[in-house]
């Protein structure tokens, strides 16, 4: 082998003068943000207390209490069947909330929807006030709704349907504005009127998209389900609350065991379902 | 009679009906030709009133068209039937509710929106359906048919509302040439035999001619033929597509179409 | 007018109408069925959550009073006459905003690192080891599953009251829900340019830098800036367990029932989050125009 020929740098760095050239502007600005959003980290991170000896401390605190979490253990079958039914409890928040609001979004969707409501103040006010709703904590809601039907599971049912009905009036309404308009015209052209339009040319088909965010919100649900019972709205929140204020470590990793079973039941039923009535893949993307 | 006078429809600058005066005496069968963007199908979706226009006045009889508004609106379009290019039917429901949505305008909103239907009005349905050979398929799912077997059902849809008028958009612009002869045929028999005035956009000028009595040909919105189709010779047919004749007769002259008399009639019900 | 349509005689018909009513009974009986379901679960679940109807019906006028309240000063004012009574306390609770905004940026931006890290673990096409693959999915889910109330509710005995247990319980869930998206954005990556170096003999990582990265890294922006629209609307209420952030103060009021105050500082963190939803949204559609343009 001979070496290598002789590269005349000069020549090719002027002929490709951005290869060698500093950093173009993207570059730069990437660059920038970078370092700028690395600086706010560092200051954030020393303003809310990373740097003291706290953080270190904390750590070796967390790891004897994730030590004394293991194994998990009830304590007593006196214990299991009390989480169980907390547990089915929580799913049943979840199931009533979330079809109620389903139930109660669907008008509120249609008055929303550009290519039902007509008037555009209508359709104005009716998107505010579900954006509204929909910013508001569900755990707010909770506190709320307790003051009216008092502590318990139900107070918790309508705080997952009133949060609820913000998120399915603006999925639902966005579901609706996406349907084909064909099948609308062709009714209406026929003298129908538009009730029959939107009753005929939109909601059947539409409906599979709905049914499945449904049943995507029923899983995402049970989740938000598990924490409201924190503020003594019901469910098995309630419990983890009690058991971690009490430092019952082994019965906490075995509620949240309990939990993870739960969802990725309902998870593995509700993607089933899913698939059964609209095929694979579609509705995931909410 | 179909009577149009200065009829404008304007989408933001844009002329795409321009002027439009056209009268149309019933029992005609009127073929509307022109270059895709000519306006065809805002002409025809300002007759039953889907686009409002912006100017002119459309009258049928001594009602004017323009100035309908509410029920008389719905009763009007329900007088003059719609065929669309896409069908336009609802996807997931069956053929008959799919038809049954012909008579919407007649039964009682309390009962048509739970779906419910006369027996007189489902016999009415298949017999509409049967008349096209799809009664067999009055249970099946609208999207599992084929393009054919839709615009049948929405021929049917048309009928069952026992129209005055049939607005067809280039009804057979997603057919083969097999279901184009039953469409064309199943118009064509619904005017001659039936008397019901119908207007029908087409993109074949061979079709337009063997089909109409009356061809009217339209450029950039304007009215710049209006004839028999025996006027309508080669040059005409130039100008109105801006193109070579032998290109306009090109593709849609493959399929050798018998003149329709020669034809067996279509198996109509009546027929 | 005559009718278009020639009624076929009833013989003809009656089969027609028999055949349809069967097929649409059929189907009518799946819809029925399923509906059953839906009601029996819906009467379990009404007796496991105590359900009361009347005790709703009699009480909804609490919700509306409740709701109108919240827009009452004290003095019985309208908010709106006295903004500065209402605002009272803006100093201490734009402080504690600010620090909900910090949490959730050192949260998100903590949590996207980790997941960043774990991400080309995870992803099937360029995992270099199967079952540490399934193990950081794994974990990622628990992260993901177990909300960041009870993380927070966790770390606020191992860290003390304050906003740290916040910002780890931020952290950990963001891990956990980003892991998963990030991992997904790698599967779907071109693999012609990792094969490529990998092909001149170069190491794991070396490919993951130069082959992977350059095509995810608009995604992993945006889906981190999305999670940190989420993270700033959580961080609001970690302080209802103590974990810092204006949350806290929110909980006090409505406990309290300082009706003006919890409306006060509602609007506050709707404001916020409207913000902060824009300019993300923004950010997000340069970001995804960009990844467009380039490739
Ligand atoms: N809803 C609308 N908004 C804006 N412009 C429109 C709208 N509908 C039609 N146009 C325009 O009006 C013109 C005429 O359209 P039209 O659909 O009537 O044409 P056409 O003759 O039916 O064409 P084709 O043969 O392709 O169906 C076109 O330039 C079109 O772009
Ligand atoms: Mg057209």
Redesign the pocket.
């Known amino acids: 082998m001979t070496g290598r020929p002789k590269i005349d740098l000069a020549a090719v760095r002027s002929r490709h003068p951005h290869h060698f050239g500093r950093m173009d502007r993207a570059q730069i600005t990437a660059a920038a943000v970078a370092a700028a959003a690395l600086a706010l980290l560092i200051y954030g991170m020393g303003e809310l207390g990373f740097f003291g000896g706290t953080f270190l401390a904390g750590l070796r605190r967390l790891g004897e209490i994730l030590g004394l979490m293991l194994p998990p253990d009830p304590g007593n079958w006196a214990h299991v069947r009390i989480f169980v039914m907390a547990l089915l409890e929580t799913v049943a928040i979840a199931l009533l909330g979330t079809l109620s609001a389903a139930v109660l979004a669907v008008p509120l969707a249609l008055l929303a929807a550009r290519n039902v409501t007509t008037a555009r103040l209508v359709r104005f006010l009716s998107r505010r006030s579900l954006d509204t709703i929909r910013s508001v904590d569900i755990l707010v809601w909770a506190l709320i709704w307790i003051n009216v039907v008092g502590l318990g599971p139900f107070a918790g049912a309508l705080a997952i349907m009133t949060s609820d009905i913000g998120s399915f009036g603006k999925l639902f309404s966005e579901a609706i504005e996406a349907a084909d308009r064909r099948p609308v015209e062709g009714i209406v052209s026929t003298g129908g009127g538009r009730i029959l339009g939107v009753r005929f040319g939109i909601l059947p088909e539409v409906f599979p998209v709905l049914a499945s965010q449904i049943l995507y919100y029923f899983e995402s649900n049970t989740r938000s389900a598990t924490i409201i019972g924190i503020v003594g709205a019901g469910g098995i929140g309630l419990h983890l609350a009690e058991a971690i204020r009490t430092l019952e470590l082994p019965q906490v990793s075995f509620i949240i065991l309990l939990i993870l079973a739960a969802v990725a039941a309902i998870d593995f039923v509700s993607s089933q379902l899913r698939f059964a009535m609209i095929g694979p893949r579609a509705g995931t993307a909410t | 009679m179909l009577r149009l006078d200065g009829v404008v429809k304007k989408?933001?600058d844009?002329r795409?009906v321009d002027a439009v005066s056209l009268v149309v005496p019933a029992g005609q069968l009127v073929g509307i030709i022109?270059r895709?963007?000519?306006?065809?199908?805002?002409?025809l979706r300002m007759i039953n009133r889907l686009n409002d226009p912006s100017e002119g006045s459309i009258r049928y009889g001594d009602i004017d068209i323009t100035a309908l508004r509410g029920r008389a609106l719905r009763e009007w379009r329900a007088r003059c039937a719609m065929i669309f290019q896409q069908f336009n039917l609802a996807g997931r429901l069956d053929v008959l509710t799919n038809v049954m949505m012909g008579r919407a305008f007649h039964a009682p909103l309390a009962r048509s929106l739970f779906n419910i239907w006369t027996d007189d009005e489902k016999a009415l349905g298949l017999s509409a359906l049967e008349g096209l050979e799809m009664a067999r398929l009055a249970g099946q799912r609208a999207d599992t048919l084929s393009g054919g077997q839709q615009q049948r059902v929405a021929i049917a849809r048309a009928l069952v509302q026992e129209p005055e008028l049939i607005l067809a958009d280039?009804p057979i612009a997603s057919l083969d040439p097999r279901n184009t002869q039953v469409v064309m045929d199943a118009l064509q028999h619904i005017n001659r035999h039936l008397g019901i005035t119908v207007i029908c956009?087409l993109?074949s000028l061979d079709i337009a001619r063997n089909y109409c009595d009356r061809l009217v040909g339209?450029a950039n919105g304007r009215v710049v033929f209006d004839g028999v189709p025996s006027q309508l010779t080669d040059r005409v047919a130039r100008d109105l597509y801006g193109l070579e004749s032998d290109d306009v007769v090109g593709p849609d002259a493959r399929p050798d179409y018998t003149p329709a008399e020669a034809r067996p009639g279509l198996a109509l019900a009546g027929s | 007018m005559t009718s278009p349509i020639v009624q076929l005689p009833q013989a003809q018909l009656r089969p027609l109408l028999a055949a349809y009513e069967a097929t649409v009974r059929s189907r009518r009986w799946h819809s029925v069925m399923i509906a059953a379901c839906v009601v029996a679960a819906i009467a379990l679940s009404s007796i496991s959550a105590e359900v009361a109807p009347m005790r709703l019906f009699e009480n909804i006028g609490r919700f509306t009073s409740y709701i109108v309240r919240l827009f009452y000063l004290e003095s019985g004012a309208p908010v709106w006459t006295d903004p500065a009574e209402w605002y009272w306390g803006l100093p201490r609770w734009l402080r504690l905003l600010g620090e909900t905004l910090l949490m959730a940026y050192v949260g998100t931006l903590l949590g996207a690192a980790g997941a960043f890290g774990l991400c080309f673990l995870a992803a099937a096409n360029v995992a270099p080891s199967r079952w540490l693959r399934i193990a950081v999915r794994r974990f990622c889910e628990l992260c993901r599953t177990v909300p960041g109330l009870v993380f927070a509710l966790i770390f606020v005995i191992a860290f003390g009251l304050g906003p740290m247990a916040g910002v780890l319980a931020v952290a950990i869930h963001t891990l956990g829900a980003l892991g998963k998206l990030f991992a997904e954005v790698v599967e779907n990556i071109d693999m012609k340019p990792v094969e490529g170096i990998s092909s001149t003999g170069a190491a794991w990582h070396v490919a993951m830098r130069f082959g992977a990265l350059p095509q995810t890294m608009s995604n992993f922006v945006s889906y981190a800036l999305l999670r940190f629209e989420i993270n700033v609307r959580e961080s609001a209420v970690l302080g209802f367990v103590g974990a810092g952030g204006i949350g806290q103060d929110l909980i006090e009021a409505i406990r309290k029932f300082y009706y003006s105050d919890v409306s006060a500082i509602l609007v506050l963190i709707l404001l916020t989050v409207a913000v902060i939803d824009m300019l993300t949204a923004r950010v997000r559609h340069r970001l995804i125009g960009l990844g467009e343009n380039h490739r």
């Open positions: 989408f933001g844009k795409a022109g895709s963007g000519a306006g065809k199908s805002t002409l280039e956009n993109h339209l």
